[in-house]
Every structure is written in structure tokens, then in C-alpha cells.
């Protein structure tokens, strides 16, 4: 089975920062893409910013700039990065990951648990 943990999730000003990290363990063979979504209230869950294997990232245009994703491909982990927060920022961050079968002709989706952030005005 295979886990993904989030941490890094809090209550900062507008115009801070916060870095949070998810961490996948368990029967992992290889990790193709990683990725942050989120969800506000009464809103439907949103991409954020993935990253493959290869490095190669993608961005939501309402966090161009200001977010940075990246990963530590030896410790099955994913970092976000996040500077000049704003209100609208506000929501549950959650983690996923695509991990190949052990014969790496499929591919399966996981997902965290979610961490909440919160920026205030």
C-alpha cells in the first residue's frame, strides 16, 4: 500500500509564506508525476501546480510567481513552496501522486489527506 502525508499547513498573514511537503511511502516501484490541488469552501477542487519525474512543472495562472513546486525524487517527496499569500489562497491543499505498477506499465493515483491553509487579511 502506498501513503502520502502532507505537512507544512497553517495560518499566516497575506503577503506570507509557507512550504509544504508531502512525503509517499510504502510499495513504491516509481513516481511519474506529483502534484498540489485545492479546495476552498463551496468550491469545486482545483490544480495548483504539478511536476513530473523529469522535473518538467505547470502552474494554476493565479499562482504564477508566486509558488514554487519541486521534489526530492530520493525521498518520494513533494515541496510547495508558497510566498505572497493571499485570502484567496485560503483552502485544503491536498498532494497526489501517479506511481507506476511494479512492471511500470500502469500507472495508479493517489491522494493525501489534506492540510488546511489559512490567510488572513
Known amino acids: 500500500q502506498v501513503q502520502l502525508v502532507e505537512s507544512g499547513g497553517g495560518l499566516v498573514q497575506a503577503g506570507g509564506s509557507l512550504r509544504l511537503s508531502c512525503a509517499a511511502s510504502g510499495s513504491i516501484f516509481g513516481i511519474n508525476a506529483m502534484g498540489w490541488y485545492r479546495q476552498a469552501p463551496g468550491r469545486q477542487r482545483e490544480l495548483v501546480a504539478t511536476?513530473?519525474?523529469?522535473?518538467?512543472?505547470n502552474y494554476a495562472d493565479s499562482v504564477k510567481g508566486r509558488f514554487t513546486i519541486s521534489r526530492d525524487n530520493a525521498k518520494n517527496t513533494v515541496y510547495l513552496q508558497m510566498n505572497s499569500l493571499k485570502p484567496e489562497d485560503t483552502a485544503v491543499y491536498s498532494c497526489?501522486?501517479?506511481?507506476?505498477?511494479?512492471?511500470?506499465?500502469?500507472?495508479?493515483?493517489?491522494w493525501g489527506q489534506g492540510t488546511q491553509v489559512t490567510v488572513s487579511a
Open positions: 497526489n501522486a501517479k506511481i507506476y505498477s511494479p512492471t511500470y506499465v500502469r500507472e495508479y493515483t493517489y
Open positions: 511536476i513530473t519525474n523529469g522535473g518538467i512543472t
